[in-house]
Protein backbone atom coordinates (compact mmCIF):
# COMPACT_ATOMS: atom_id res chain seq x y z
CA UNK A 1 0.00 0.00 0.00
CA UNK A 2 1.23 3.40 -0.76
CA UNK A 3 1.88 5.57 2.04
CA UNK A 4 4.20 8.11 1.27
CA UNK A 5 1.60 11.13 0.85
CA UNK A 6 3.95 12.73 -2.59
CA UNK A 7 3.74 9.19 -4.09
CA UNK A 8 -0.26 9.33 -3.00
CA UNK A 9 -0.88 12.28 -4.45
CA UNK A 10 1.02 11.93 -7.37
CA UNK A 11 -0.87 8.37 -8.38
CA UNK A 12 -4.16 10.57 -7.63
CA UNK A 13 -3.48 13.47 -9.66
CA UNK A 14 -2.45 11.04 -12.60
CA UNK A 15 -5.63 8.74 -12.38
CA UNK A 16 -7.65 12.07 -12.65
CA UNK A 17 -5.76 13.14 -15.66
CA UNK A 18 -4.97 10.20 -17.66
CA UNK A 19 -8.41 8.42 -16.46
CA UNK A 20 -6.87 4.89 -17.00
CA UNK A 21 -9.76 2.07 -16.42
CA UNK A 22 -7.86 0.58 -13.58
CA UNK A 23 -4.61 1.13 -11.49
CA UNK A 24 -2.34 -2.07 -10.68
CA UNK A 25 0.38 -1.37 -7.69
CA UNK A 26 3.09 -3.80 -8.88
CA UNK A 27 4.30 -5.67 -6.08
CA UNK A 28 6.64 -7.29 -8.64
CA UNK A 29 6.15 -11.26 -7.62
CA UNK A 30 6.71 -13.76 -10.06
CA UNK A 31 2.74 -14.46 -10.14
CA UNK A 32 2.24 -11.11 -11.30
CA UNK A 33 4.91 -11.03 -14.11
CA UNK A 34 3.29 -14.77 -15.36
CA UNK A 35 -0.02 -13.06 -15.25
CA UNK A 36 0.75 -10.00 -17.25
CA UNK A 37 2.33 -12.20 -19.60
CA UNK A 38 -0.24 -14.60 -20.00
CA UNK A 39 -2.94 -11.76 -20.48
CA UNK A 40 -0.60 -9.96 -23.22
CA UNK A 41 -0.62 -13.79 -24.81
CA UNK A 42 -4.38 -13.84 -25.04
CA UNK A 43 -4.90 -10.74 -26.37
CA UNK A 44 -2.95 -11.04 -29.36
CA UNK A 45 -0.05 -8.90 -28.53
CA UNK A 46 2.99 -11.81 -26.93
CA UNK A 47 3.42 -15.36 -28.41
CA UNK A 48 4.48 -17.95 -25.91
CA UNK A 49 7.32 -19.95 -27.64
CA UNK A 50 7.74 -23.64 -27.57
CA UNK A 51 7.97 -24.83 -23.61
CA UNK A 52 10.34 -27.51 -24.74
CA UNK A 53 12.33 -25.71 -27.30
CA UNK A 54 12.53 -22.42 -24.89
CA UNK A 55 10.66 -22.70 -21.72
CA UNK A 56 8.90 -19.47 -20.00
CA UNK A 57 9.80 -16.77 -23.30
CA UNK A 58 7.89 -15.21 -25.18
CA UNK A 59 7.79 -13.15 -28.28
CA UNK A 60 6.61 -9.68 -28.96
CA UNK A 61 6.84 -7.49 -31.99
CA UNK A 62 6.32 -3.77 -32.03
CA UNK A 63 5.15 -1.47 -34.58
CA UNK A 64 7.07 -1.43 -37.47
CA UNK A 65 7.85 2.50 -36.53
CA UNK A 66 8.96 1.68 -33.25
CA UNK A 67 12.29 0.05 -33.32
CA UNK A 68 14.51 1.65 -31.43
CA UNK A 69 15.23 4.81 -29.36
CA UNK A 70 14.00 8.10 -30.92
CA UNK A 71 17.30 10.18 -30.41
CA UNK A 72 15.51 13.84 -32.16
CA UNK A 73 12.56 13.01 -30.01
CA UNK A 74 14.44 13.00 -27.04
CA UNK A 75 14.68 16.15 -24.80
CA UNK A 76 16.74 17.47 -22.11
CA UNK A 77 13.93 20.36 -20.41
CA UNK A 78 16.90 22.01 -17.98
CA UNK A 79 16.00 25.40 -17.00
CA UNK A 80 17.80 27.40 -19.30
CA UNK A 81 19.35 25.92 -23.09
CA UNK A 82 22.97 26.53 -21.94
CA UNK A 83 22.08 23.60 -19.20
CA UNK A 84 21.70 21.47 -21.85
CA UNK A 85 23.92 22.19 -24.25
CA UNK A 86 25.19 21.62 -27.55
CA UNK A 87 24.44 18.15 -27.99
CA UNK A 88 20.74 17.30 -26.54
CA UNK A 89 17.49 18.78 -27.61
CA UNK A 90 16.28 21.50 -25.63
CA UNK A 91 12.78 22.93 -25.24
CA UNK A 92 11.77 25.14 -21.89
CA UNK A 93 10.35 22.83 -19.37
CA UNK A 94 7.09 25.27 -18.70
CA UNK A 95 6.57 24.53 -22.38
CA UNK A 96 7.37 21.24 -22.62
CA UNK A 97 5.18 20.27 -19.82
CA UNK A 98 1.94 22.24 -21.19
CA UNK A 99 2.21 20.11 -24.59
CA UNK A 100 2.44 16.59 -22.87
CA UNK A 101 0.12 17.91 -20.24
CA UNK A 102 -2.18 17.92 -23.11
CA UNK A 103 -1.08 14.90 -24.98
CA UNK A 104 -1.29 12.97 -21.34
CA UNK A 105 -4.60 13.93 -20.72
CA UNK A 106 -7.15 10.84 -20.86
CA UNK A 107 -4.11 9.04 -22.84
CA UNK A 108 -4.96 5.88 -20.65
CA UNK A 109 -8.81 5.51 -21.57
CA UNK A 110 -9.49 2.18 -22.04
CA UNK A 111 -6.47 0.98 -20.38
CA UNK A 112 -4.91 -0.17 -17.11
CA UNK A 113 -2.56 2.46 -15.12
CA UNK A 114 0.76 0.34 -13.41
CA UNK A 115 2.69 1.60 -10.69
CA UNK A 116 6.36 0.15 -10.84
CA UNK A 117 8.35 0.94 -7.38
CA UNK A 118 12.31 0.28 -8.36
CA UNK A 119 15.53 -0.01 -7.65
CA UNK A 120 18.52 0.98 -9.26
CA UNK A 121 21.43 -0.88 -8.31
CA UNK A 122 21.70 -3.72 -5.30
CA UNK A 123 18.59 -3.37 -2.47
CA UNK A 124 20.85 -2.77 0.35
CA UNK A 125 23.54 -0.62 -1.66
CA UNK A 126 24.41 2.62 -0.47
CA UNK A 127 24.82 3.75 -3.95
CA UNK A 128 21.78 2.86 -5.33
CA UNK A 129 18.86 5.29 -6.02
CA UNK A 130 14.67 4.54 -6.26
CA UNK A 131 12.22 5.03 -8.61
CA UNK A 132 8.53 4.89 -9.39
CA UNK A 133 7.79 4.46 -13.02
CA UNK A 134 3.52 4.96 -13.92
CA UNK A 135 2.78 2.87 -17.41
CA UNK A 136 -0.16 1.95 -19.28
CA UNK A 137 1.59 -0.76 -21.03
CA UNK A 138 2.59 -4.19 -19.10
CA UNK A 139 5.25 -4.98 -21.65
CA UNK A 140 7.20 -2.48 -19.63
CA UNK A 141 6.28 -3.99 -16.52
CA UNK A 142 7.22 -7.39 -17.26
CA UNK A 143 10.83 -5.66 -18.94
CA UNK A 144 10.86 -3.58 -15.88
CA UNK A 145 11.00 -6.75 -13.49
CA UNK A 146 13.75 -7.91 -15.44
CA UNK A 147 15.85 -5.02 -15.82
CA UNK A 148 15.57 -3.13 -12.64
CA UNK A 149 14.61 -4.15 -8.70
CA UNK A 150 10.62 -4.04 -8.69
CA UNK A 151 8.35 -4.78 -5.78
CA UNK A 152 7.21 -4.31 -2.23
CA UNK A 153 10.61 -3.96 -0.54
CA UNK A 154 11.14 -0.97 -2.76
CA UNK A 155 7.82 0.81 -1.87
CA UNK A 156 8.73 0.33 1.82
CA UNK A 157 11.74 2.37 1.11
CA UNK A 158 9.53 4.79 -0.37
CA UNK A 159 7.06 4.86 2.26
CA UNK A 160 9.61 5.03 4.80
CA UNK A 161 10.94 8.23 3.35
CA UNK A 162 13.88 7.81 0.73
CA UNK A 163 13.46 9.87 -2.35
CA UNK A 164 12.90 8.52 -5.62
CA UNK A 165 12.68 9.71 -9.36
CA UNK A 166 8.94 10.00 -10.81
CA UNK A 167 9.01 8.11 -14.51
CA UNK A 168 5.73 8.95 -16.00
CA UNK A 169 5.15 6.25 -19.64
CA UNK A 170 2.38 5.94 -21.82
CA UNK A 171 2.13 4.75 -25.05
CA UNK A 172 -0.15 7.43 -26.30
CA UNK A 173 -2.78 5.29 -27.66
CA UNK A 174 -6.19 5.61 -25.79
CA UNK A 175 -9.02 3.24 -26.46
CA UNK A 176 -12.84 5.13 -26.85
CA UNK A 177 -15.38 2.42 -25.60
CA UNK A 178 -15.39 -0.75 -27.80
CA UNK A 179 -12.64 -0.04 -29.93
CA UNK A 180 -10.20 -2.72 -30.20
CA UNK A 181 -6.34 -2.25 -28.92
CA UNK A 182 -3.10 -2.56 -31.15
CA UNK A 183 -1.03 -5.68 -30.14
CA UNK A 184 1.68 -2.74 -30.15
CA UNK A 185 -0.23 0.85 -29.62
CA UNK A 186 1.78 3.72 -29.83
CA UNK A 187 1.90 7.19 -30.83
CA UNK A 188 3.24 8.68 -34.62
CA UNK A 189 6.77 9.99 -34.42
CA UNK A 190 6.26 13.60 -34.00
CA UNK A 191 4.08 12.99 -30.75
CA UNK A 192 6.50 11.14 -29.18
CA UNK A 193 8.46 12.83 -26.36
CA UNK A 194 11.00 11.20 -24.32
CA UNK A 195 11.55 14.11 -21.89
CA UNK A 196 13.72 14.95 -18.61
CA UNK A 197 13.71 17.42 -16.22
CA UNK A 198 16.98 17.12 -14.29
CA UNK A 199 16.09 19.88 -11.96
CA UNK A 200 13.01 18.55 -10.85
CA UNK A 201 14.56 14.67 -11.34
CA UNK A 202 11.78 13.94 -13.66
CA UNK A 203 10.85 11.83 -16.67
CA UNK A 204 7.88 12.07 -18.97
CA UNK A 205 7.74 9.23 -21.81
CA UNK A 206 5.02 9.60 -24.62
CA UNK A 207 4.53 7.55 -27.52
CA UNK A 208 7.00 4.60 -28.00
CA UNK A 209 6.77 1.63 -26.19
CA UNK A 210 10.20 0.26 -27.30
CA UNK A 211 13.50 -0.29 -25.28
CA UNK A 212 15.05 3.20 -24.09
CA UNK A 213 12.70 4.95 -24.92
CA UNK A 214 10.23 3.18 -22.25
CA UNK A 215 11.96 1.45 -19.96
CA UNK A 216 12.49 4.30 -17.77
CA UNK A 217 14.77 2.91 -15.26
CA UNK A 218 17.60 2.35 -18.00
CA UNK A 219 18.67 5.58 -20.06
CA UNK A 220 16.25 7.76 -18.70
CA UNK A 221 17.10 7.23 -15.53
CA UNK A 222 20.46 5.05 -15.18
CA UNK A 223 22.23 7.41 -17.13
CA UNK A 224 20.72 11.19 -17.94
CA UNK A 225 18.99 11.54 -14.82
CA UNK A 226 21.77 10.15 -12.64
CA UNK A 227 24.97 12.08 -14.42
CA UNK A 228 23.09 15.20 -12.99
CA UNK A 229 22.89 13.42 -10.02
CA UNK A 230 26.39 12.47 -10.24
CA UNK A 231 27.77 16.08 -11.47
CA UNK A 232 25.92 17.37 -8.09
CA UNK A 233 27.28 14.51 -5.88
CA UNK A 234 30.77 14.12 -6.93
CA UNK A 235 30.64 10.31 -9.18
CA UNK A 236 29.80 9.79 -12.03
CA UNK A 237 26.51 7.74 -14.42
CA UNK A 238 28.13 6.07 -17.25
CA UNK A 239 27.50 4.12 -20.18
CA UNK A 240 29.77 1.26 -19.34
CA UNK A 241 30.23 -2.69 -19.39
CA UNK A 242 31.81 -4.20 -15.89
CA UNK A 243 34.20 -6.91 -16.26
CA UNK A 244 35.81 -8.96 -13.84
CA UNK A 245 38.99 -10.95 -15.37
CA UNK A 246 40.91 -13.23 -13.14
CA UNK A 247 44.58 -14.34 -14.64
CA UNK A 248 46.03 -17.63 -14.27
CA UNK A 249 48.10 -16.53 -11.27
CA UNK A 250 45.02 -15.76 -9.59
CA UNK A 251 44.98 -12.21 -9.51
CA UNK A 252 41.77 -9.84 -9.88
CA UNK A 253 41.17 -7.01 -12.24
CA UNK A 254 38.37 -4.86 -12.66
CA UNK A 255 37.84 -3.26 -16.09
CA UNK A 256 34.66 -0.65 -17.23
CA UNK A 257 34.59 0.21 -20.87
CA UNK A 258 32.86 2.92 -22.80
CA UNK A 259 31.40 1.79 -26.05
CA UNK A 260 28.30 3.21 -27.88
CA UNK A 261 25.09 1.08 -28.27
CA UNK A 262 25.34 -2.10 -30.39
CA UNK A 263 29.38 -1.87 -30.43
CA UNK A 264 29.82 -4.78 -28.08
CA UNK A 265 29.15 -4.34 -24.70
CA UNK A 266 27.44 -8.00 -23.94
CA UNK A 267 29.84 -9.56 -25.67
CA UNK A 268 32.60 -8.28 -24.07
CA UNK A 269 31.04 -8.28 -20.35
CA UNK A 270 30.43 -12.09 -21.09
CA UNK A 271 33.77 -12.96 -22.80
CA UNK A 272 35.10 -16.56 -22.62
CA UNK A 273 38.88 -15.69 -23.28
CA UNK A 274 40.78 -17.98 -25.57
CA UNK A 275 44.10 -17.73 -23.59
CA UNK A 276 44.45 -20.31 -21.57
CA UNK A 277 44.06 -20.10 -17.82
CA UNK A 278 42.20 -16.74 -17.80
CA UNK A 279 39.03 -16.33 -16.85
CA UNK A 280 36.04 -13.58 -17.27
CA UNK A 281 32.92 -12.75 -15.27
CA UNK A 282 30.18 -10.37 -15.88
CA UNK A 283 29.04 -7.76 -13.45
CA UNK A 284 27.28 -5.29 -15.86
CA UNK A 285 26.71 -5.19 -19.62
CA UNK A 286 25.77 -1.69 -20.23
CA UNK A 287 25.32 1.12 -17.06
CA UNK A 288 28.32 1.53 -14.60
CA UNK A 289 27.40 3.93 -11.26
CA UNK A 290 31.49 5.10 -10.19
CA UNK A 291 32.07 6.78 -7.01
CA UNK A 292 34.72 7.21 -5.61
CA UNK A 293 36.25 4.56 -2.80
CA UNK A 294 37.52 5.20 0.87
CA UNK A 295 40.50 3.98 -0.40
CA UNK A 296 40.65 6.70 -2.91
CA UNK A 297 40.10 3.97 -5.57
CA UNK A 298 36.94 4.73 -8.13
CA UNK A 299 34.43 1.42 -7.49
CA UNK A 300 31.48 0.69 -9.87
CA UNK A 301 27.88 -0.90 -9.26
CA UNK A 302 26.10 -2.13 -12.15
CA UNK A 303 22.35 -0.18 -11.26
CA UNK A 304 20.31 -2.83 -13.43
CA UNK A 305 19.50 -6.84 -12.52
CA UNK A 306 19.10 -7.83 -16.28
CA UNK A 307 20.36 -7.37 -19.74
CA UNK A 308 18.76 -6.13 -22.84
CA UNK A 309 20.86 -6.87 -25.21
CA UNK A 310 21.10 -6.88 -29.38
CA UNK A 311 19.92 -10.61 -30.61
CA UNK A 312 21.76 -10.70 -33.90
CA UNK A 313 25.44 -11.31 -34.25
CA UNK A 314 24.12 -13.55 -30.69
CA UNK A 315 25.66 -16.85 -31.21
CA UNK A 316 27.45 -20.30 -28.94
CA UNK A 317 30.18 -19.24 -30.71
CA UNK A 318 30.23 -14.96 -30.48
CA UNK A 319 28.21 -15.05 -26.98
CA UNK A 320 28.04 -18.32 -25.38
CA UNK A 321 27.02 -17.23 -21.69
CA UNK A 322 24.10 -14.63 -23.46
CA UNK A 323 23.11 -17.86 -25.43
CA UNK A 324 22.36 -20.15 -22.52
CA UNK A 325 21.30 -17.11 -20.19
CA UNK A 326 18.24 -16.46 -22.84
CA UNK A 327 17.31 -20.14 -22.80
CA UNK A 328 14.53 -20.03 -20.63
CA UNK A 329 12.74 -17.16 -19.39
CA UNK A 330 13.48 -14.27 -21.74
CA UNK A 331 11.39 -12.17 -23.59
CA UNK A 332 12.39 -11.50 -27.02
CA UNK A 333 11.37 -8.78 -29.14
CA UNK A 334 11.60 -7.82 -32.66
CA UNK A 335 13.15 -11.06 -33.41
CA UNK A 336 11.75 -14.07 -35.54
CA UNK A 337 9.89 -17.24 -34.96
CA UNK A 338 10.54 -20.43 -36.14
CA UNK A 339 7.80 -22.99 -37.61
CA UNK A 340 8.59 -24.99 -34.00
CA UNK A 341 8.19 -21.94 -31.82
CA UNK A 342 11.10 -21.11 -31.14
CA UNK A 343 13.16 -17.68 -32.08
CA UNK A 344 15.41 -17.10 -34.88
CA UNK A 345 18.25 -14.38 -35.60
CA UNK A 346 21.03 -13.53 -38.29
CA UNK A 347 24.03 -14.34 -36.77
CA UNK A 348 22.71 -17.22 -34.54
CA UNK A 349 25.15 -19.73 -36.38
CA UNK A 350 24.19 -22.61 -38.72
CA UNK A 351 22.17 -22.60 -41.93
CA UNK A 352 18.88 -19.94 -41.94
CA UNK A 353 15.13 -22.55 -41.85
CA UNK A 354 13.77 -22.97 -45.04
CA UNK A 355 10.75 -20.72 -43.13
CA UNK A 356 10.28 -18.33 -40.62
CA UNK A 357 7.63 -15.72 -39.89
CA UNK A 358 9.66 -12.21 -39.74
CA UNK A 359 9.65 -9.66 -37.17
CA UNK A 360 6.50 -8.54 -38.00
CA UNK A 361 4.76 -11.66 -38.43
CA UNK A 362 5.31 -12.03 -42.35
CA UNK A 363 6.29 -15.50 -44.07
CA UNK A 364 10.10 -15.13 -44.68
CA UNK A 365 12.32 -17.80 -46.48
CA UNK A 366 16.22 -17.41 -47.21
CA UNK A 367 15.23 -16.17 -50.59
CA UNK A 368 13.04 -13.27 -49.47
CA UNK A 369 16.13 -10.89 -49.56
CA UNK A 370 15.18 -9.16 -46.26
CA UNK A 371 16.22 -9.75 -42.27
CA UNK A 372 13.87 -12.33 -40.54
CA UNK A 373 15.02 -10.68 -37.27
CA UNK A 374 14.86 -6.42 -37.11
CA UNK A 375 18.65 -5.65 -36.53
CA UNK A 376 17.54 -4.23 -33.09
CA UNK A 377 15.79 -6.95 -32.27
CA UNK A 378 16.43 -7.69 -28.30
CA UNK A 379 16.24 -10.30 -25.33
CA UNK A 380 15.28 -9.11 -22.44
CA UNK A 381 16.83 -11.44 -19.54
CA UNK A 382 17.74 -11.45 -15.49
CA UNK A 383 21.90 -11.05 -15.43
CA UNK A 384 21.88 -13.62 -13.02
CA UNK A 385 21.20 -16.03 -15.48
CA UNK A 386 24.28 -15.62 -17.21
CA UNK A 387 26.47 -18.59 -16.60
CA UNK A 388 29.56 -15.97 -16.31
CA UNK A 389 27.82 -13.63 -13.97
CA UNK A 390 30.44 -12.78 -11.15
CA UNK A 391 29.01 -14.18 -7.46
CA UNK A 392 29.74 -10.72 -6.28
CA UNK A 393 27.72 -8.62 -9.06
CA UNK A 394 25.96 -7.34 -6.59
CA UNK A 395 28.25 -6.55 -4.02
CA UNK A 396 26.60 -3.05 -2.33
CA UNK A 397 30.10 -1.19 -2.69
CA UNK A 398 30.88 -2.54 -6.29
CA UNK A 399 34.28 -3.68 -7.74
CA UNK A 400 37.56 -1.83 -7.48
CA UNK A 401 38.33 -0.43 -11.61
CA UNK A 402 42.02 -0.79 -12.57
CA UNK A 403 41.14 0.39 -16.14
CA UNK A 404 38.82 1.79 -18.20
CA UNK A 405 38.40 0.77 -21.82
CA UNK A 406 37.12 3.46 -24.77
CA UNK A 407 36.01 2.60 -27.95
CA UNK A 408 33.78 2.63 -30.70
CA UNK A 409 33.48 0.90 -34.64
CA UNK A 410 35.90 2.55 -36.62
CA UNK A 411 37.09 1.17 -39.75
CA UNK A 412 40.22 2.55 -40.05
CA UNK A 413 42.65 4.98 -38.29
CA UNK A 414 42.33 3.60 -34.86
CA UNK A 415 44.46 1.07 -33.65
CA UNK A 416 43.26 -2.29 -31.76
CA UNK A 417 44.74 -0.64 -28.75
CA UNK A 418 46.41 1.91 -27.11
CA UNK A 419 46.91 3.54 -23.21
CA UNK A 420 47.04 7.03 -22.64
CA UNK A 421 49.90 8.68 -21.39
CA UNK A 422 47.78 10.58 -18.37
CA UNK A 423 44.56 11.12 -16.89
CA UNK A 424 44.10 13.78 -18.53
CA UNK A 425 44.96 12.38 -21.79
CA UNK A 426 42.55 9.24 -21.37
CA UNK A 427 39.96 12.11 -20.61
CA UNK A 428 40.86 13.46 -24.28
CA UNK A 429 40.77 10.07 -25.24
CA UNK A 430 37.29 9.40 -24.44
CA UNK A 431 36.39 13.13 -25.75
CA UNK A 432 37.12 12.26 -28.58
CA UNK A 433 35.81 9.06 -29.13
CA UNK A 434 33.94 7.86 -32.45
CA UNK A 435 31.68 5.08 -33.49
CA UNK A 436 29.47 4.22 -36.57
CA UNK A 437 25.54 4.61 -35.62
CA UNK A 438 24.28 1.46 -35.72
CA UNK A 439 20.40 -0.16 -35.57
CA UNK A 440 20.47 0.65 -31.96
CA UNK A 441 18.67 4.11 -32.85
CA UNK A 442 16.28 5.54 -35.31
CA UNK A 443 18.61 7.75 -38.08
CA UNK A 444 18.82 7.77 -41.15
CA UNK A 445 22.85 7.94 -40.82
CA UNK A 446 23.61 4.69 -39.67
CA UNK A 447 26.58 3.45 -40.81
CA UNK A 448 28.52 7.22 -40.60
CA UNK A 449 30.55 8.06 -37.81
CA UNK A 450 30.12 10.70 -35.26
CA UNK A 451 31.85 12.07 -32.28
CA UNK A 452 30.29 10.11 -28.92
CA UNK A 453 32.41 11.30 -25.88
CA UNK A 454 32.73 8.50 -23.43
CA UNK A 455 29.91 6.68 -25.64
CA UNK A 456 27.29 9.58 -23.78
CA UNK A 457 26.34 11.72 -26.80
CA UNK A 458 22.88 10.54 -26.48
CA UNK A 459 23.09 9.87 -22.61
CA UNK A 460 24.56 13.13 -20.80
CA UNK A 461 21.59 14.83 -19.30
CA UNK A 462 23.75 18.24 -19.28
CA UNK A 463 26.42 19.94 -20.93
CA UNK A 464 28.98 17.93 -22.47
CA UNK A 465 31.33 20.38 -21.72
CA UNK A 466 30.59 19.89 -17.93
CA UNK A 467 30.51 16.79 -18.03
CA UNK A 468 33.96 16.36 -19.34
CA UNK A 469 35.20 19.13 -17.35
CA UNK A 470 33.83 16.44 -14.25
CA UNK A 471 35.67 13.72 -15.56
CA UNK A 472 38.97 15.88 -15.32
CA UNK A 473 38.03 16.90 -11.73
CA UNK A 474 37.94 12.94 -10.41
CA UNK A 475 41.83 13.19 -10.87
CA UNK A 476 41.61 16.15 -8.13
CA UNK A 477 40.21 14.10 -5.47
CA UNK A 478 42.47 11.45 -5.09
CA UNK A 479 45.81 10.48 -6.05
CA UNK A 480 47.36 9.49 -9.66
CA UNK A 481 48.24 5.99 -8.46
CA UNK A 482 44.79 5.43 -7.24
CA UNK A 483 43.20 6.00 -10.71
CA UNK A 484 42.43 3.14 -13.27
CA UNK A 485 44.41 3.00 -16.46
CA UNK A 486 42.78 4.45 -19.85
CA UNK A 487 43.21 2.56 -23.45
CA UNK A 488 41.16 2.89 -26.30
CA UNK A 489 40.39 -0.07 -28.24
CA UNK A 490 38.97 -0.83 -31.77
CA UNK A 491 37.92 -4.59 -32.36
CA UNK A 492 36.34 -2.80 -35.94
CA UNK A 493 39.67 -2.25 -37.89
CA UNK A 494 39.24 -3.72 -41.92
CA UNK A 495 41.40 -4.07 -44.44
CA UNK A 496 40.37 -2.58 -47.81
CA UNK A 497 38.25 -5.16 -49.20
CA UNK A 498 36.63 -4.42 -46.15
CA UNK A 499 37.56 -7.38 -44.10
CA UNK A 500 37.52 -7.25 -40.55
CA UNK A 501 41.54 -7.23 -39.56
CA UNK A 502 41.10 -8.42 -35.87
CA UNK A 503 38.85 -11.70 -34.96
CA UNK A 504 37.57 -10.37 -31.86
CA UNK A 505 35.26 -11.71 -29.38
CA UNK A 506 36.93 -14.20 -27.09
CA UNK A 507 40.42 -13.44 -29.24
CA UNK A 508 39.93 -10.03 -27.42
CA UNK A 509 41.30 -11.43 -24.27
CA UNK A 510 44.96 -11.14 -25.39
CA UNK A 511 44.31 -7.35 -25.72
CA UNK A 512 42.86 -7.31 -22.21
CA UNK A 513 46.00 -9.30 -21.16
CA UNK A 514 48.02 -6.53 -22.59
CA UNK A 515 46.03 -4.21 -20.58
CA UNK A 516 45.80 -5.83 -17.49
CA UNK A 517 49.28 -6.36 -17.34
CA UNK A 518 50.00 -2.51 -18.54
CA UNK A 519 48.12 -1.88 -15.11
CA UNK A 520 50.64 -3.62 -12.99
CA UNK A 521 53.67 -2.05 -14.92
CA UNK A 522 54.48 -5.51 -16.70
CA UNK A 523 53.84 -5.54 -20.19
CA UNK A 524 55.92 -3.65 -22.87
CA UNK A 525 54.58 -0.46 -24.93
CA UNK A 526 55.96 2.02 -27.46
CA UNK A 527 55.52 5.56 -26.56
CA UNK A 528 53.61 7.17 -30.46
CA UNK A 529 51.89 10.35 -31.02
CA UNK A 530 48.64 9.11 -29.98
CA UNK A 531 49.90 7.31 -27.02
CA UNK A 532 51.64 4.17 -26.00
CA UNK A 533 51.02 1.40 -28.32
CA UNK A 534 51.85 -2.51 -27.75
CA UNK A 535 54.81 -3.90 -29.74
CA UNK A 536 53.99 -6.62 -31.93
CA UNK A 537 55.89 -8.94 -29.46
CA UNK A 538 53.60 -7.54 -26.50
CA UNK A 539 50.23 -8.98 -27.50
CA UNK A 540 50.24 -13.26 -26.61
CA UNK A 541 49.46 -14.54 -29.75
CA UNK A 542 50.06 -18.08 -28.82
CA UNK A 543 47.81 -20.62 -30.91
CA UNK A 544 46.36 -17.46 -32.87
CA UNK A 545 45.95 -17.77 -36.69
CA UNK A 546 47.38 -14.06 -37.27
CA UNK A 547 50.97 -13.19 -38.45
CA UNK A 548 52.89 -10.40 -36.98
CA UNK A 549 52.49 -8.20 -39.75
CA UNK A 550 48.58 -8.82 -39.82
CA UNK A 551 49.10 -7.37 -35.95
CA UNK A 552 51.24 -4.84 -37.29
CA UNK A 553 48.99 -3.23 -39.32
CA UNK A 554 46.43 -3.01 -36.55
CA UNK A 555 48.35 -1.00 -34.39
CA UNK A 556 49.96 1.26 -37.20
CA UNK A 557 49.11 4.79 -36.71
CA UNK A 558 48.59 6.54 -40.13
CA UNK A 559 50.24 9.73 -39.42
CA UNK A 560 48.07 11.49 -42.67
CA UNK A 561 44.50 9.70 -41.32
CA UNK A 562 45.24 10.89 -37.80
CA UNK A 563 45.97 14.68 -39.00
CA UNK A 564 42.61 14.12 -40.55
CA UNK A 565 40.92 12.89 -37.11
CA UNK A 566 42.66 15.74 -35.55
CA UNK A 567 40.79 18.20 -38.25
CA UNK A 568 37.59 16.55 -37.49
CA UNK A 569 37.48 16.48 -33.51
CA UNK A 570 38.27 20.44 -33.70
CA UNK A 571 35.26 20.77 -35.78
CA UNK A 572 33.31 19.10 -32.98
CA UNK A 573 34.88 20.64 -30.11
CA UNK A 574 34.26 23.96 -31.20
CA UNK A 575 30.49 22.74 -31.86
CA UNK A 576 31.11 22.16 -28.06
CA UNK A 577 31.19 25.75 -27.29
CA UNK A 578 33.47 27.59 -24.46
CA UNK A 579 32.82 25.42 -21.92
CA UNK A 580 34.67 22.39 -23.11
CA UNK A 581 37.90 22.58 -20.76
CA UNK A 582 40.66 24.34 -21.92
CA UNK A 583 42.67 21.28 -21.13
CA UNK A 584 41.19 19.12 -23.14
CA UNK A 585 41.62 21.91 -26.41
CA UNK A 586 45.37 21.51 -25.32
CA UNK A 587 45.66 18.01 -25.54
CA UNK A 588 44.31 18.12 -29.40
CA UNK A 589 47.08 21.15 -29.83
CA UNK A 590 49.71 18.38 -28.20
CA UNK A 591 48.34 15.60 -30.23
CA UNK A 592 48.29 17.29 -33.49
CA UNK A 593 52.24 18.65 -32.60
CA UNK A 594 53.61 15.07 -32.25
CA UNK A 595 51.90 13.93 -35.08
CA UNK A 596 53.03 16.50 -37.05
CA UNK A 597 56.51 15.69 -35.76
CA UNK A 598 56.12 11.94 -36.57
CA UNK A 599 58.72 11.06 -39.39
O1 LIG B 1 18.41 2.48 -25.25
S1 LIG B 1 18.10 1.05 -25.38
O2 LIG B 1 17.91 0.50 -24.05
O3 LIG B 1 16.92 0.86 -26.20
C1 LIG B 1 19.40 0.23 -26.11
C2 LIG B 1 20.60 1.05 -26.35
O4 LIG B 1 20.55 1.95 -27.19
O5 LIG B 1 21.64 0.81 -25.73
MN1 LIG C 1 23.46 0.94 -23.98
Redesign the pocket.
Known amino acids: MIKNEKLKQWVAELEAHMTPDRVHLCDGSQEEYERLLAMEVERGAAIELNPELRPGCYLFRSDPSDV??VENRTFIAAETEDEAGPTNNWIDPVELKQTMSELYRGCMKGRTMYIIPFCMGPLDSPHSRLGVEITDSAYVVTNMCIMTRVGTPVLEMINAGRPYVAALHSVGYPLEPGQEDLPWPCAPMEQKYISHFPETREIWSYGSG????A?LG??CYALRIASVLGRDEGWLAEHMLILKLTSPEGEVFHICGAFP??CGKTNLAMIEPTLEGWTAETIGD?IAWIHLGEDGRLWAINPESGF?GVAPGTSYKSNYNAMKAVEYNTIFTNTALTDDGDIWWEGMGGPAPEHLLDWQGRDWTPDSGTKAAHPNA?FTVRADQAPSIAPDWEAPQGVPIDAILVGGRRSDTIPLVYESLSWQHGIFMGAIMGSAITA??ISDQVGQVRRDPFAMLPFCGYHIGDYLRHWLQVAEQTSADKLPHLFSVNWFRQDEEGNFLWPGFGENSRVLKWIVERCRGLSGARKTAVGYVPGTEDIDLTGLDITADQLADLLTIDRDKWLAEVASIRHNFESYGPKLPAELWQELESLEQRLQAMA
Open positions: ARYGGNLKKSADFRAV
